[in-house]
């Protein structure tokens, strides 16, 4: 025999504040399994952070797919985890850390309460657009066949990315690039044959270290001891 079953639903209509959402999210999730970026999306600095950059014209996705679904540019969107990504490796120095698996750094209590510790929102943009315009002038070096690209594959320079970045930007403020000094930098100034210096310096160095210590390139990239060599070099 068919019997009767009663299914309890709840029905939420959704204000048109952001905040009130968020409310509703961090509320009605607490049983849900979520994504380490799903978690901390409520959080007030994530949602300052979002706020701000729209004004930069970049949509920080604090809900996974949110503007991606809204048609937004992939180029100006930005998730949580690149975020912690571009911070970590450039204002504390942790570029092998930023090549850890996607969430690591914000799934970590103690790496997502280190990172997102700025009170001024502009550190946050500053960065990442610094290190957006890193990339687009890598990429621009190897927009044809030289023998520059051929002694320094695109993919070794994407292993050291981060590490381009910090040396690159530590050119302009010399060894100690912090949240207040990186403000100073305008990223549309950043000059590409000082990334081209830094791509070859940085993989240069890279390969010397894989040779002595028998690594794969890759494996040097995410080494500390490897970080802390190039952050002692002049």
């Known amino acids: 025999k068919n019997k009767e079953k009663l299914l309890l639903i709840r029905i939420i209509c959704l204000p048109e504040d952001d905040n009130k959402i968020d409310k509703i999210i961090k509320a009605t999730n607490s049983q849900t399994s979520l994504s380490a970026s799903a978690l901390r999306a409520t ?12 004004s930069k014209n970049l949509f920080y996705e604090r809900r996974k797919n949110y503007y991606k679904n809204r048609g937004k540019n992939r180029d100006s969107i930005v998730t949580i985890e690149s975020m912690a990504q571009v911070i970590n490796a450039l204002i504390d120095k942790q570029p092998h850390l930023s ?10 209590d103690n790496n997502y309460i280190r990172i997102f510790r700025f009170k001024d929102v502009q550190i946050y943009s500053k960065a990442f657009l610094c290190m957006k315009k890193i990339l687009e002038l890598i990429s621009d ?12 594959p695109f993919h070794e320079a994407l292993y050291f990315k981060f590490h381009i970045a910090l040396k690159v930007l ?7 690039l912090n949240e207040y000094n990186i403000l100073d930098i305008d ?10 210096e830094n791509v070859k310096e940085i993989i240069d160095s890279a390969k010397v270290y894989s040779k002595v210590y028998k690594m794969e390139l890759l494996a040097v990239a ?10 002692e070099e002049e």
């Open 43 to 54: 959080d007030n600095i994530q949602y300052d952070i979002e706020t701000h950059l729209k």
């Open 99 to 108: 090549l850890k698996a996607a969430g690591y750094l914000v799934k970590n």
């Open 141 to 152: 070096l190897y927009s044809e066949k030289n023998d520059f690209t051929e002694n320094y």
């Open 170 to 176: 530590q050119n302009y403020t010399g060894k100690n």
């Open 187 to 196: 990223s549309n100034k950043i000059q590409d044959n000082i990334v081209k």
């Open 222 to 231: 995410k080494s500390k001891h490897f970080t802390e060599k190039i952050l």
